[in-house]
T-cell receptor, first 116, second 118 residues
Framework: GAGVSQSPSNKVTEKGKDVELRCDPI?????LYWYRQSLGQGLEFLIY????????KSGLPSDRFSAERTGGSVSTLTIQRTQQEDSAVYLC??????????????FGPGTRLTVL | AQTVTQSQPEMSVQEAETVTLSCTYD???????LFWYKQPPSRQMILVIR??????QNATENRFSVNFQKAAKSFSLKISDSQLGDAAMYFC???????????????FGQGTILTVHP
């Protein structure tokens, strides 16, 4: 079946602008994660959604970052007033919670964000 | 908090040879999962192999196998008969098996770049 998809693949923006990154998880996967991959910090957890529960936002680096997940499926990560240090690859992953291999996360191809 | 350490920033291997990538981790938990992910230049993270901590038997997937030493908190990846397509960044990752917040979140090592020479 289809894997995790993310859009856009690449995004170049100017400092101070807002950006939205989209993630479409694998159908039937109720858990969704956002990670950030940057040269200085490696791979960092940002936020976790599970069904209709309140998301775990403990990894978000500042209040300029927010995310939502509509209808338990598609998720949008929003970065307001972007800064140059926000430049990174943003990866989304999804996981089923029952059946198959519930402990395995499947990743999308990521969005490369460049803030000029 | 759990930490994962990959002490080899870069490794290289000749095609058809065997290479081992190292990973150590620190945790106070007894039940967890360990993973190796491969990230080629396309950026797509691909699961290579997974290991449940409660299983003593080392996981194997075709040419890929692990040496899981729970007491030593070590989880190395062995790639046999290396192929050009194995060239990528490899990440070791840890996931707690207990519930609570951030359930299922992965903690990654810094990564090892593997080069395969023809």
């Amino acid at each position: 079946g289809a894997g995790v998809s993310q859009s856009p693949s690449n995004k170049v923006t100017e400092k101070g602008k807002d950006v939205e990154l989209r993630c479409d998880p694998i159908s039937g996967h109720t858990a969704l994660y956002w990670y950030r991959q940057s040269l200085g910090q490696g791979l960092e957890f940002l936020i976790y959604f599970q069904g209709n529960s309140a998301p775990d936002k403990s990894g978000l680096p500042s209040d300029r970052f927010s995310a939502e997940r509509t209808g338990g499926s598609v998720s949008t990560l929003t970065i307001q007033r972007t800064q140059q240090e926000d430049s990174a690859v943003y990866l989304c992953a999804s996981r089923r919670l029952a059946g198959g291999t519930p402990d395995t996360q499947y990743f999308g191809p990521g969005t490369r964000l460049t803030v000029l | 908090a759990q930490t994962v350490t990959q002490s080899q920033p870069e490794m290289s291997v000749q095609e058809a040879e065997t290479v081992t990538l190292s990973c150590t981790y620190d945790t106070s938990e007894s039940d967890y999962y360990l993973f190796w992910y491969k990230q080629p230049p396309s950026r797509q993270m691909i699961l290579v192999i997974r290991q449940e901590a409660y299983k003593q038997q080392n996981a194997t997937e075709n040419r890929f196998s692990v040496n899981f030493q729970k007491a030593a908190k070590s989880f190395s990846l062995k790639i046999s008969d290396s192929q050009l397509g194995d060239a990528a960044m490899y990440f070791c990752a840890y996931r707690s098996a207990s519930g609570g917040t951030s359930y299922g979140k992965l903690t990654f090592g810094q990564g090892t770049i593997l080069t395969v020479h023809p």
